[in-house]
């Protein structure tokens, strides 16, 4: 049975042995959670220990955001923990995490920040990294599990672990869909029947974006297995390829990447749905760099995230795939 903790000294007080993981919610738990939730039930094994904090934190809310009507369903949150496997749910009050009010010191975001997401909520992610850093020394994990749905806020945690010495393993976990393509979201409750469906242009543009990259990759990779030789320009055109072989060149002498046509591709969508009714009002397409989140050029090779946000209604969501570029140059 899962044991609901109120208090670190509650939770310091539980016999350790193996492994103990940490997923870090806000509450309003889905199957994103749950996925989560299995995912570190896995990592620590029968011996280890799974801990869920349920904390709403009030220092990534920015003025006029949702904190007073972000959902709080603490009893079903059990229920969904418990399912998934975990021995503990830590749901710490305000008071218990900032004791004395709002910390006089917390840790900044940085330039990393301040773009995206932090362009779009200022201060958000000092507020995310700090409630972070004080959860991390709270429960005290080896390894701790967040989603990738969350790229952004994922990307800054692995690295104030590692530039803060923290000890930690992050781990990200790959983002849960429903079977229309919308990503799960605590926030996607507040949706109407009608906004709904404006929503799932998020993960349409994405997939637009991704299709668009594969069929890029494949060109290149068909430009790389066809040898730019007259002899064999010869024999393709014999058996009637010749148009394929010139195709497959032309792209391989273009621009590695076409970052651009992807972003096309997605805006494409985006600009559709902005027209339904209810619209969707976009906040940022970006193609980026993971390691800095500053947007790739043409000729990047690596691994890159495609990232959306927008308002529909008033709500506002985000989602993002992962694309890699040139894996097999």
């Not at 995912?39 to 949702?66: C, H, M, S």
């Not at 995490?97 to 995206?116: D, F, K, T």
């Not at 590695?256 to 972003?263: D, F, K, T």
């Not at 790739?296 to 209604?313: N, Q």
Request: glycine share 8%; charged share 25%; no cysteine.
């Amino acid at each position: 049975m899962t044991t609901l903790l109120r208090t670190a000294g509650e939770l310091h007080a539980r016999t350790r042995a193996g492994r103990r993981a940490v997923v870090m919610t806000m509450g309003a738990l889905h199957e994103g959670h749950a996925t989560l939730i299995r995912t570190a039930r896995g990592i620590a094994g029968p011996d280890g220990e799974v801990v869920v904090t349920v904390f709403v934190n009030p220092l990534q809310f920015g003025r006029g955001e949702d904190l007073d009507r972000y959902p709080r369903t603490l009893e079903a949150d059990l229920k969904i923990a418990e399912e998934a496997g975990a021995d503990a749910v830590f749901a710490p009050a305000v008071d218990e995490v900032y004791p004395g009010g709002e910390p006089q010191v917390r840790v900044s975001a940085g330039p990393m920040g301040e773009r995206l997401e932090g362009t779009s909520r200022p201060g958000h992610f000092d507020g995310v990294l700090t409630v972070v850093a004080k959860l991390l020394h709270l429960t005290r994990p080896d390894v701790a599990l967040y989603g990738q749905k969350d790229a952004q806020q994922l990307a800054l945690i692995r690295r104030m672990a590692r530039d803060l010495n923290f000890g930690v393993e992050i781990v990200g976990v790959p983002t849960v869909r429903e079977e229309d393509g919308l990503a799960l979201s605590s926030r996607n409750r507040y949706l109407s029947p009608k906004e709904r469906r404006t929503a799932l242009a998020l993960s349409q543009a994405l997939f637009a974006g991704r299709d668009r990259h594969a069929a890029q990759e494949a060109l290149r990779a068909r430009a790389r297995e066809v040898p730019a030789t007259r002899a064999r320009a010869e024999a393709l055109s014999a058996i009637g390829e010749s148009r394929a072989a010139a195709d497959a060149h032309a792209v391989a002498k273009a621009v590695p990447g076409a970052a651009a046509a992807i972003r096309a591709a997605s805006r494409l969508v985006l600009d559709e749905a902005a027209r339904l009714d209810p619209p969707l009002e976009l906040d940022y397409l970006a193609l980026i760099d993971p390691s800095d989140f500053t947007e790739i050029e043409d000729d990047f090779t690596g691994e890159a995230v495609l990232a959306v946000a927008a308002r529909v209604g008033a709500t506002r969501l985000i989602d993002n795939i992962p694309l890699t570029f040139g894996a097999a140059s």
